[in-house]
């Protein structure tokens, strides 16, 4: 067993398309409209299934934006240094919420940024990912 993907559900198929690749460096995969029903998705990633899990963005029709809720928390990315990223991120007009740092009682470097939906995604220092 493994995780495919995961669907975000976003007001501006474009903008957050344009975040992921952009800001994040992922790649747009594919995507699938189904005006019958009314909504658009887009995959992305920085490989394809079966060998990563991909990111699903849902558009529907007319709905310019989601409550959060308070039961989602964050996707995690691995990054090779995490205030480099951070750098990188606020470069392309992303935002940073969270700058790179020890997580709190523990010494793993991590940081978070917001995507323009309003998603947390955390940038996890590894030193042997890629960079953004």
């Known amino acids: 067993m493994r995780i495919l993907h995961t669907m975000l559900r976003v007001g501006n198929l474009q903008r957050s398309i344009d975040f992921y690749t952009s800001v994040l460096g992922m790649s747009l ?5 189904n005006p019958e029903y009314k909504y ?36 995690a990315i691995a990054v090779p240094d995490a205030y480099a ?5 606020k470069a392309k007009g992303g935002n940073v919420t ?18 323009p939906d309003g998603y947390k995604i955390e940038l996890i220092q590894r030193s042997s990912e890629v960079t953004l």
């Open 29 to 33: 995969l594919r995507t699938s409209d």
């Open 85 to 89: 990223a951070c750098e990188a991120v």
């Open 40 to 75: 658009t998705l887009a995959f992305l990633g920085y490989g394809r299934n079966p060998e990563h899990a991909e990111l699903e963005l849902t558009y529907n029709y007319g709905v310019e934006s989601y409550d959060m809720g308070t039961a989602y928390g964050h996707i």
């Open 98 to 115: 969270r700058e790179a740092g020890p997580v709190k009682g523990g010494t793993t470097v991590i940081a978070f940024v917001q995507d």
